[in-house]
């Protein structure tokens, strides 16, 4: 063969070839349906929300790769989505629908998982899954194999098997509370899911595609837990509670999921409205993203014109400690590691932009200036680990 038909043999052959899954994207959630004003929520049309796939192959310069106009929503805790380990597919649930009522939009709960293919280029929406009611918070297991989602208004939660690229729900767990959010240990064999209404996380048993609950090791944790991680090591899980329901008792809980019966081990409050929250993947730092209102009175929820991040290290018995700080904009919501655990990424709602902090020393410190999105981000997440 000739050097050139070798060469457009080759380049045949690129251009045959899908591209790759990437692990150093992270799902950014845009709900363009509710605006916050002076004087709180407003509702409007559906129709202008989307979820951006964005590369931080060079974590100080994130780089939108995909938008896919997808209905996505602030109204559950910015956890609804989530990469599969191999990043290959990501994972969104929609948990509610905007419905016209005269000149008003009401809200209703939605019942949707959109599957994303992460190796299409750009990426696709690959399939539309029916789950349970009002879909909140995700989480996908270590091995890529499931996924579980905690539905509010279901009061359940709905399991999902991930095989070749195929996500398909096979079970219905009752939980008889909201459940708002999820997380899977890193063995694959437990889940600990926030019962927020009720003040309590509980505790699911996994045996394959089996997941069963016990009531009775229920934990009582702190005021409306509304996110929930756990360290890849598997020695903690922590809830983070945003006081909400006419009560102001924001805190970090910090539980031991090992052993017959999870317990509490020690409890913390890094500030006020910890509604986003995430652990890095290397099991040293913590971080929260503080809207700096309060829960106690609807009058003054989500109305500070800036919020705070609150970096933290994870110590000797899951001991939090808030070692730096950084000024945020307006409601921040989502926020994200890079995979080597040196940045972290924080969307703030209300102002429309990306913040990208490197760790340094402990402390948080702003990279560039802040970035402009499409839409205002409700929710973040990278790839299961």
């Not at 700080?325 to 995979?339: H, Q, T, Y």
Request: net charge neutral.
């Amino acid at each position: 063969m000739t050097t050139r038909a070798t060469l457009l043999a080759t380049c045949a052959l690129l251009a045959a070839t899908p591209a790759l899954a990437s692990t150093s994207d992270i799902l950014i959630g845009m709900d363009e349906k509710i605006v916050y004003g002076p004087n709180g929520p407003v509702n409007g049309p559906p129709g202008k929300d989307a979820v951006l796939v964005v590369s931080i192959a060079n974590p100080a310069a994130p780089k939108i790769r995909g938008s896919i106009p997808l209905m996505n929503s602030l109204l559950g805790p910015p956890t609804n989505l989530q990469i599969t380990p191999d990043g290959k597919l990501g994972l969104v649930a929609n948990s509610v629908v905007m419905n016209q009522d005269g000149a008003a939009w009401k809200v209703a709960p939605d019942n949707k998982l959109f599957v994303i293919d992460l190796v299409a280029n750009p990426p696709v929406l690959k399939d539309t899954v029916t789950v349970g009611s009002q879909p909140s918070g995700l989480a996908i297991n270590k091995a890529g194999t499931l996924a579980l989602i905690a539905n509010r208004a279901g009061k359940s939660v709905s399991v999902l098997t991930i095989d070749n690229g195929s996500v398909k729900p096979v079970a219905e767990v009752p939980m008889g509370e909201q459940a708002a959010a999820i997380t899977i240990t890193p063995d694959g064999k437990r889940a600990f899911v926030c019962l927020n209404t009720v003040n309590k996380v509980a505790v699911l048993a996994i045996d394959g595609n089996t997941v069963t609950y016990d009531k009775s090791l229920d934990i009582p944790v702190a005021v409306n837990p509304y996110n929930i991680d756990v360290t890849p090591d598997g020695k903690y899980v922590i809830a983070s509670n945003t006081g909400a329901g006419g009560i102001n008792g924001d805190a970090e809980v910090i539980i031991d999921p090992t052993g017959p019966h999870p317990h509490i081990v020690t409890i913390m409050s890094p500030g006020n409205g910890p509604e986003g929250f995430a652990i890095s993947p290397n099991g040293k730092w913590a971080a929260a993203p503080l809207l700096l209102g309060t829960g106690g009175t609807d009058k003054d929820w989500f109305k500070t014109k800036n919020g705070e991040l609150a970096l933290m290290s994870i110590g000797p018995g899951g001991t939090l400690t808030v070692t730096g700080r950084a000024k945020l904009g307006a409601l921040p919501e989502g926020v994200a590691f890079s995979a080597d655990s040196q940045y972290l990424y924080v969307g703030n709602y209300s102002d429309r932009d990306l913040q990208v902090f490197r760790i340094v020393n402990g402390k948080p410190v702003q990279v560039g200036a802040n970035i402009k999105l499409p839409g205002q981000p409700a929710s973040m997440r990278g790839p299961a680990r």
